[in-house]
């Protein structure tokens, strides 16, 4: 069975610090890995995703997260946080089949403080 | 491009009552997954459709009920409402077809609260 591990349920950073959410997933399989970003009263839209290419993964709005599969982890960070990426974060998995079926972490809320 | 398009986005209704929620998919999308949300619990997957069937199910009892549509419209019913389906229902479309895609699209949701 796939899990997805959330470390902090709150992260509070400075404008302009490092920016790092973790999140550990398990699968017997490799998977797809997701990133998905909810602002308040909205959907989640996707920030990046890992399907197998290339670990090191670059996101929109200056998000990346790098695939370690020794370690089962998918982190996401950013240089420098902006007020705007105030949000809620959610770390997914999926399996490589037919289903698009995903399984959430319970979600990281980013406070960043001015 | 319009995007996933959920209606009612608010609604309440009371203990024991049913519910309709209804899901317009991005344009070409031929996918459509519901997925709850609650404070508890967190996102939680409920259904996928691809043209017209049911591919995969979660975890939820059997007052949870969907289907999707020729034109890749989908709807959820929840039928006698608890107060714990209070949630945010989130639907989302995708294309078939691409294994380096996987991207979902998510709609805004329909939140319901049942008294």
């Known amino acids: 069975a796939q899990s997805v591990t959330q470390l902090g349920s709150h992260v509070s950073v400075s404008e302009g610090a490092l920016v790092l959410l973790r999140c550990n997933y398990s699968?017997?399989?490799?998977?797809?890995l997701f990133w998905y970003v909810q602002y308040p009263n909205q959907g989640l839209q996707l920030l990046l995703k890992?399907?197998?290419?290339?670990?090191l993964v670059k996101g929109i709005n200056g998000f990346e997260a790098e695939f370690k599969k020794s370690e089962t982890s998918f982190h996401l960070t950013k240089p420098s946080a902006h007020m705007s990426d105030a949000a809620e974060y959610f770390c997914?998995?999926?399996?490589?089949?037919?289903?698009?079926?995903?399984?959430f972490g319970s979600g990281t809320r980013l406070l960043v403080r001015p | 491009k319009a995007g996933v398009t959920q209606t009612p986005r608010y609604l309440i209704k009371t203990r024991g009552q049913q519910v309709t929620l209804s899901c317009s998919p991005i344009?070409?999308?031929?996918?459509v997954s519901w997925y709850q949300q609650t404070p508890g619990q967190g996102l939680q997957f409920l259904f996928e459709?691809?043209?017209?069937?049911?591919?995969n199910k979660g975890n939820f009892p059997g007052r949870f009920s969907g289907r999707q549509f020729s034109n890749s419209r989908s709807e959820m019913n929840v039928s006698t409402l608890e107060l714990g389906d209070s949630a945010l229902y989130l639907c989302?479309?995708?294309?078939?077809?691409?294994?380096?895609?996987?991207?979902?699209?998510f709609g805004e949701g329909s939140r319901l609260t049942v008294l």
């Open positions: 997914a998995v999926s399996r490589m089949d037919s289903s698009y079926k995903l399984i």
């Open positions: 699968s017997s399989v490799p998977p797809y």
């Open positions: 890992y399907t197998s290419a290339a670990t």
């Open positions: 344009s070409g999308h031929r996918s």
């Open positions: 459709y691809f043209s017209e069937t049911q591919r």
């Open positions: 989302a479309s995708h294309i078939e077809g691409d294994p380096l895609s996987r991207e979902l699209f």
